[in-house]
């Protein structure tokens, strides 16, 4: 016992000063007992001690000044604060190895050194920990205390006072600091090109124009946040939004699966959400395949379509998504491969796809009908049936068809395919798959069901029903095929 104890003496005179921006900092060194055992030795006012949850972790490194509560006009300086982390003294000729195995505990942060130099030593460096991981000489792993013993740094934790401002933030912990206490905290969005898309709820709101200008702080190349203000107008697919903060460009230029797109984003519908959805299905096409796209927006489907080789007959209510549309055939330089049209979704296919579908079905090309209105688009199936004359019934290279749908039920799956079946009037039971595409909302699933058309619903010879949901009146049938 009498042993350990000029030991110990001599270790607390290993006590010394970091000099960090404008004071000097106060570190601990550690005491070696007789089992070898590192202990941390208590030489400043707090102790770090070990934190569990992931919000207690946060706020171990940084809670935020009382005052910043309730602000609403964003005053970046008034969340500065000084807090303390842990650090390992590293030679300076063993600091690259010792960062590469220490990497999952060492200070990760916006604008923040993670190896710091040390007053009047240019030999030594400070290497900061995450007191989220590191809190006791313990803390280290077996792999990261044998790098640690190999390179000859002992697990003395020193404390280094780091002064964090509203640039070393997080976008979470900006906004959980201004938001009323306990509310959800929103800080995700939808990227489309410069413009951030969030829905906010109405607790949210008072604090839009903060939450836009952090958003816009917190993610280079955002310079345009909007807020959606009401649902998705079934009419034309698009919504009605505010700008929160940033310029008031809603043109968005964005590249999706190696094409480009541009529209205005308050006059169409995009979702970045559906890239991979976009992606299958283009990649079930073979080259030369028809692709008859009943709601095409301003091209996702028809587009990559068309670049893989396939001549397609695209279609969309909305006079902007077919002007976009035309547009970025053009961008794509698929012009030549992409015929639009300008039609409520029933007229297309009666029309023009009606119009085309008997040479095709004689040919040897696949035929794929894709329809991703999910709101409406199983009510539209009805427009297949006795779509052409029973003289032309054939049993070969029906169409195909990838119809999109939302659904509230406990099986979603069954729910697709009934409906399916009742707006052809033909059961699709064992004659479809259904593919998951996404959960859009608690208890609320967007589905595809694909299916080849049955030739009993296709070439009926009794009249078509005319009394279903349909989209607004038609607008003047305008088709295009895009020119140089």
Request: with cysteine; net charge neutral; aromatic share 6%.
């Amino acid at each position: 016992m009498w042993r350990i104890i000029p030991r110990s003496l001599t270790l607390l005179k290993t006590k010394y000063y970091v000099k960090s921006h404008y004071q000097y900092r106060f570190l601990c060194s550690a005491v070696l007992p007789p089992d070898g055992t590192l202990t941390n030795l208590v030489s400043h006012p707090k102790q770090m001690t070990d934190q569990h949850q992931n919000s207690e972790m946060e706020s171990s490194l940084y809670t935020a000044p009382p005052g910043v509560r309730g602000m609403t006009c964003l005053d970046r300086e008034a969340f500065t604060q000084t807090v303390i982390v842990p650090a390992l003294r590293v030679p300076k000729e063993v600091l690259n190895q010792l960062v590469k195995s220490l990497k999952k505990v060492a200070l990760q942060r916006p604008g923040i050194r993670r190896v710091v130099e040390v007053e009047s030593n240019d030999n030594d460096r400070l290497l900061l920990l995450d007191p989220t991981s590191v809190s006791t000489p313990c803390s280290f792993s077996e792999a990261e205390a044998e790098a640690l013993q190999s390179n000859g740094v002992p697990r003395e934790l020193q404390q280094y006072e780091l002064r964090l401002t509203y640039d070393n933030l997080k976008s979470e912990e900006v906004l959980r600091a201004v938001l009323p206490e306990g509310r959800d905290v929103t800080s995700g969005f939808s990227r489309v090109g410069h413009i951030a898309h969030m829905n906010l709820r109405e607790h949210q709101l008072p604090y839009r124009t903060l939450i836009g200008q952090v958003i816009m702080d917190k993610n280079p190349g955002v310079t345009c946040v909007v807020n959606k203000t009401n649902t998705i107008d079934s009419t034309y697919r698009n919504f009605k939004m505010e700008v929160m903060a940033g310029e008031e460009n809603m043109v968005a230029k964005v590249r999706e699966n190696g094409a480009t797109y541009e529209f205005d984003f308050s006059r169409v519908y995009w979702n970045p959400r559906l890239s991979t959805e976009h992606e299958r299905v283009v990649g079930l096409l073979k080259r030369g395949d028809i692709v008859l796209d009943v709601f095409a927006g301003v091209g996702p489907f028809a587009i990559p379509a068309a670049r893989r080789g396939s001549t397609v007959l695209a279609n969309d209510l909305n006079p902007e998504s077919h002007r976009w549309l035309q547009h970025n055939c053009k961008l794509n330089k698929v012009e030549r491969k992409v015929t639009t049209f300008n039609l409520d979704g029933r007229a297309f296919i009666r029309g023009p796809v009606k119009q085309e579908l008997p040479s095709l079905l004689k040919g040897d090309a696949s035929v794929h009908v894709v329809m991703n209105l999910p709101a409406l688009a199983l009510e539209f199936l009805d427009a297949f049936r006795g779509l052409l004359d029973q003289g032309l019934c054939c049993d070969v290279n029906l169409p195909q068809v990838h119809c999109y749908g939302f659904s509230k039920k406990d099986d979603p799956q069954r729910d697709v395919v009934e409906r399916a079946s009742d707006s052809l009037g033909f059961s699709l039971e064992g004659r479809c798959s259904v593919h998951l595409v996404r959960n859009v909302a608690p208890n609320k699933e967007m589905m595809c069901v694909s299916f080849t058309i049955p030739k009993e619903v296709l070439f009926r010879s009794e009249s078509p029903q005319t009394e279903t949901i349909e989209e607004p009146a038609s607008k003047r049938q305008k088709c295009d095929e895009t020119t140089d």
